[in-house]
């Protein structure tokens, strides 16, 4: 029956194998049961409650994609998201409960855009280069959040990253790292979890992480955050912005990190579109219309799928294991925490280096296409934002064609792709344009 229904052997793989990938995906990703909190507490909202709701979220939306788009794809509410969401749009203008409904009308014209197709030919007006280099920038994009967890890279006043020092919880990540390599040399199923565990086990060890005083969650309580939502107040002219900002942030983080991973999880047909690619977006939509009538910021997939599905996870059996493991984090919150970031972080320093194999597909031949897949990886990591990133791959490509005389060449979709990207890259410059303006007037 599990066979049938996830097409197991089809997509070459077993119970086992799905069961591991999903376990992985979950660890590799389960410090958003505590980070999401920390973020939307600053913005006065009850951190208990927002531990039950988080869970809730990735569980309920990545056990969705599991069931009905049968893919090793999870959702939680979007890190980077959440702090637009905290620190950008709750102001003195803005409260949280208002917010909330901005991302609730966001993730309405999402879900409107699905229906239309419009976010399907997104993807498929993005040329073959640009995809895989979406993979690529990801990759070091995920590199680059591992080895800030691990301690290996640290912020610096003059170069703003530099090397950290080695201390003892780098070199007990590092040795996770070094198993985790190993393991992938010889071919064991599972390499990045055992990593994982064996730093952990490490940590524990030598008393760097100390063991909960309870295992079991105090509470449970959704309710001083849950249907609070104010649609009719963020119906307001002055609110676009925050609207718009959250709909384009959100659109091409789901449609980078799904192509990336998609493509991964060998999920492209023959003309490489992606299987069930309509599913997947309408699940993200939805997702984030839930989470904020529940009370979190937008819902989305995670690039750490991609970790899951490097251990093997083709199936929607992988999402499944994933999504039961959040809903269980839900009583057993204080033993997630005890798995430090500096044991999950070499598995995302590993998923790096296993999605920037999509090199090999850019064509660094052709400059009209090498020049904005390079923009497209060098800016998802360095400004720390795949949606930043795609934005000026997008407008660069769009630019080269229109000076080499070649505008013909740029589907209408792609139009508007480089459209979106160029409003949401200058939305926040157009203050200081027009002061400059009046300056030199």
Same mark, same amino acid.
């Given at each position: 029956?599990?066979?049938?229904?996830?097409?197991?052997?089809?997509?070459?793989?077993?119970?086992?194998?799905?069961?591991?990938? %999903?376990?992985?995906?979950?660890?590799?990703?389960?410090?958003?049961?505590?980070?999401?909190?920390?973020?939307?507490?600053?913005?006065?909202?009850? &951190?208990?409650?927002?531990?039950?709701?988080?869970?809730?979220?990735?569980?309920?939306?990545?056990?969705?994609?599991?069931?009905?788009?049968?893919?090793?794809?999870?959702?939680?509410?979007?890190?980077?998201?959440? $702090?637009?969401?905290?620190?950008?749009?709750?102001?003195? &203008?803005?409260?949280?409960?208002? #917010?909330?409904?901005?991302?609730?009308?966001?993730?309405?014209?999402?879900?409107?855009?699905?229906?239309?197709?419009?976010?399907?030919?997104?993807?498929?007006?993005?040329?073959?280069?640009?995809?895989?280099?979406?993979?690529?920038?990801?990759?070091?994009?995920?590199?680059?959040?591992?080895?800030?967890?691990?301690?290996?890279?640290? $912020?610096?006043?003059?170069?703003?990253?530099?090397?950290?020092?080695?201390?003892?919880? *780098?070199?007990?990540?590092?040795?996770?790292?070094? *198993?985790?390599?190993?393991?992938?040399?010889?071919?064991?199923?599972?390499?990045?979890? @055992?990593?994982?565990?064996?730093?952990?086990?490490?940590?524990?060890?030598?008393?760097? @992480?100390?063991?909960?005083?309870?295992?079991? /969650?105090?509470?449970?309580?959704?309710? +001083?955050?849950?249907?609070?939502?104010?649609?009719?107040? #963020?119906?307001?002219?002055?609110?676009?912005?925050?609207?718009?900002?959250?709909?384009?942030?959100?659109?091409?983080?789901? *449609?980078?990190?799904?192509?990336?991973?998609?493509?991964?999880?060998?999920?492209?047909?023959?003309? %490489?579109?992606?299987?069930?690619?309509?599913?997947?977006?309408?699940?993200?939509?939805?997702?984030?219309?839930?989470?904020?009538?529940?009370?979190?910021? +937008?819902?989305?997939?995670?690039?750490?799928?991609?970790?899951?599905?490097?251990?093997?996870?083709?199936?929607?059996?992988?999402?499944?294991?994933?999504?039961?493991?959040?809903?269980?984090?839900?009583?057993?919150? =204080?033993?997630?925490?005890?798995? =430090?970031? !500096?044991?999950?972080?070499?598995?995302?320093?590993?998923?790096?280096?296993?999605?920037?194999?999509?090199? &090999?597909?850019?064509?660094? #031949?052709?400059?009209?296409?090498?020049?904005? /897949?390079?923009?497209?990886? *060098?800016?998802?990591?360095?400004? !720390?934002?795949?949606?930043?990133?795609?934005?000026? %791959?997008?407008?660069?490509?769009?630019?080269?064609?229109?000076?080499?005389?070649?505008?013909?060449?740029? &589907?209408?979709?792609?139009?508007?792709?480089?459209?979106?990207?160029?409003?949401?890259?200058?939305?926040?410059?157009?203050?200081?344009?027009?002061? /400059?303006?009046?300056?030199?007037?």
């Amino acid at each position: 029956m599990i066979d049938k229904y996830f097409k197991l052997r089809e997509r070459q793989t077993s119970i086992k194998i799905e069961c591991v990938a %999903g376990l992985t995906t979950f660890l590799t990703m389960a410090y958003i049961i505590c980070v999401n909190p920390a973020i939307l507490s600053a913005a006065g909202m009850d &951190k208990e409650a927002l531990i039950a709701v988080t869970c809730i979220m990735s569980g309920a939306a990545t056990l969705t994609v599991g069931f009905l788009a049968n893919a090793p794809i999870a959702m939680a509410p979007g890190l980077g998201l959440n $702090s637009i969401f905290a620190y950008l749009v709750v102001s003195e &203008k803005m409260d949280w409960p208002t #917010a909330l409904g901005v991302v609730f009308i966001a993730g309405l014209f999402f879900l409107i855009l699905t229906g239309l197709g419009l976010r399907r030919r997104i993807v498929e007006a993005i040329p073959t280069s640009l995809i895989s280099a979406i993979g690529v920038g990801i990759g070091l994009f995920i590199t680059f959040i591992g080895l800030q967890d691990l301690g290996l890279i640290v $912020s610096d006043e003059n170069t703003l990253v530099t090397a950290g020092p080695v201390t003892s919880t *780098v070199l007990i990540g590092l040795l996770g790292l070094l *198993v985790m390599v190993y393991l992938e040399i010889k071919k064991v199923t599972g390499s990045l979890l @055992v990593g994982i565990a064996t730093a952990t086990v490490l940590a524990i060890v030598f008393r760097l @992480v100390a063991l909960p005083e309870q295992y079991i /969650s105090s509470s449970l309580d959704v309710s +001083p955050i849950a249907f609070k939502l104010n649609i009719i107040g #963020a119906l307001k002219w002055g609110f676009f912005g925050s609207i718009f900002t959250f709909m384009f942030i959100d659109m091409f983080d789901s *449609v980078g990190t799904l192509v990336a991973c998609c493509y991964k999880a060998q999920m492209a047909d023959e003309q %490489g579109r992606i299987r069930g690619l309509d599913k997947l977006l309408t699940i993200d939509a939805i997702a984030t219309m839930a989470g904020a009538v529940l009370g979190t910021s +937008p819902t989305t997939a995670y690039a750490e799928s991609a970790a899951g599905i490097e251990q093997g996870g083709r199936t929607g059996l992988a999402s499944i294991v994933t999504g039961v493991l959040f809903l269980l984090a839900l009583a057993f919150v =204080p033993v997630v925490e005890i798995v =430090p970031k !500096y044991a999950t972080a070499p598995a995302l320093v590993m998923v790096g280096l296993f999605m920037a194999k999509e090199v &090999k597909r850019i064509d660094l #031949a052709n400059l009209e296409e090498a020049f904005p /897949s390079f923009i497209i990886i *060098v800016m998802i990591a360095l400004s !720390y934002s795949i949606s930043t990133g795609l934005a000026f %791959g997008f407008v660069s490509f769009t630019l080269l064609k229109i000076i080499l005389g070649k505008a013909r060449d740029v &589907k209408l979709t792609m139009w508007i792709i480089a459209i979106l990207s160029l409003i949401f890259l200058t939305m926040d410059q157009i203050p200081n344009l027009i002061e /400059s303006i009046k300056s030199i007037m």
